[in-house]
Nanobody
């Protein structure tokens, strides 16, 4: 059984930073792509960032490019989302997820965490 558990969410003022973590248990972590998605109230879940097996290839949504970084530590079975220069529009529930392919589409991700709330105030 694969489990993904996010942590690190919270409330921050605009311009601040947060670091989200996603701990993965179960099947081999290092063989999969890992992604972060977010869902704001009343909106569809959207892609934020993804990273390949070795941490050598990343992809970001245009809305977070230059502000967010995605990292993974395969020894700890953990993926991170470092979020800097946060804006009120970044407010959402953030989810980590696992995929077998390098996709930005949520339907290509087969396991999901429960989500962690990020609230950015102006």
């Amino acid at each position: 059984q694969v489990q993904l558990v996010e942590s690190g969410g919270g409330s921050v003022q605009a311009g601040g930073s947060l670091r989200l973590s996603c701990a993965v248990s179960g099947r081999t972590f290092s063989s999969y792509y890992m992604g972060w998605f977010r869902q704001a109230v009343g909106k569809e879940r959207e892609f934020v960032a993804r990273i390949n097996w070795y941490g050598t290839s990343t992809n970001f949504a245009d809305s977070v490019k230059g502000r967010f970084t995605i990292l993974r530590d395969n020894a700890k079975n953990t993926v991170y989302l470092q979020m800097n220069s946060l804006k009120p529009e970044d407010t959402a529930v953030y989810y980590c997820a696992r995929s077998r392919i390098p996709s930005t589409t949520k339907d290509d991700y087969d396991y999901w965490g429960q989500g962690t709330q990020v609230t950015v105030s102006s």
